[in-house]
């Protein structure tokens, strides 16, 4: 019932910057929280950032102070902010909709943290 367009990514040096975007369709009535994922490879998929629907916000620990979630209800699109990039960084990323008894992914896209 709610479709999850990612676009963004790419590759970039360490210490630059990239924006990631997700436009949601479909029945996204008050959703408990959004929020971006990451998954490197051999790894489990971690939170990156989550906000629920007061704009209260989550970050990991490993990129507090240097990604931003924000949000645009006008446009039912999600951000996601990254600055000051490391190569640890390096992951496939997907956005998230959560609901109480669902939940529903972006396709995903690849950020690249490389010399």
């Known amino acids: 019932q709610v479709q999850l367009v990612q676009s963004g990514g790419g590759s970039v040096q360490p210490g630059g910057s990239l924006g990631l975007s997700c436009a949601a369709s479909?029945?996204?009535?008050?959703?408990?929280?959004m929020g971006w994922y990451r998954q490197a490879p051999g790894k489990q998929r971690e939170l990156v950032a989550r906000?629920?629907?007061?704009?209260?916000?989550d970050y990991a620990d490993s990129v507090k102070g240097r990604f931003t979630i924000s949000r645009d209800n006008a446009k039912n699109t999600v951000y996601l902010q990254m600055n000051n990039l490391k190569p640890e960084d390096t992951a496939v990323y997907y956005c998230?909709?959560?609901?109480?008894?669902?939940?529903?992914w972006g396709q995903g896209t690849l950020v690249t943290v490389s010399e």
């Open positions: 479909g029945n996204i009535f008050r959703p408990h929280g």
């Open positions: 998230n909709y959560g609901y109480f008894q669902s939940e529903y």
């Open positions: 906000m629920g629907n007061s704009r209260n916000t």
